[in-house]
């Protein structure tokens, strides 16, 4: 939340995982470092717009605090667990 650039380079790392990863990843996007509420340069509504356009999940995490970093890994692991469950997915593949 506190590089701009990062932000701007996000569409091009999200496209290089689902072209050269397999077809079914799981992605997410993380805010990270939440807890630098004066450094803020990326607003929580621009992280929303682009994993609602892109069909990911969004959070704003912060790796001091523990703010949402359990409930990222969280969401990651139903996400792969539902694909596994419902064939999309080989377990172990």
């Known amino acids: 939340m506190s590089s701009r650039d990062s932000?701007?380079?996000v569409s091009q790392?999200?496209?290089d995982a689902r072209d050269l990863a397999r077809s079914d990843i799981a992605c997410v996007l993380v805010g990270n470092k939440?807890?630098?509420k004066d450094e803020r340069v990326v607003e929580k509504s621009e992280g929303?717009?682009?994993?609602q356009?892109?069909?990911i999940p969004f959070y704003?995490?912060?790796a001091i605090t523990g703010e949402n970093v359990h409930e990222v890994f969280?969401?990651?692991s139903k996400n792969?667990?539902?694909k596994i469950e419902g064939g999309l997915i080989e377990e172990g593949k």
């Open 48 to 51: 929303e717009s682009f994993a």
């Open 7 to 9: 932000f701007e380079n």
């Open 13 to 15: 790392w999200l496209k």
């Open 80 to 82: 792969i667990l539902t």
């Open 60 to 62: 704003e995490a912060s």
């Open 74 to 76: 969280q969401t990651l």
């Open 53 to 55: 356009e892109n069909g």
């Open 34 to 36: 939440a807890d630098l």
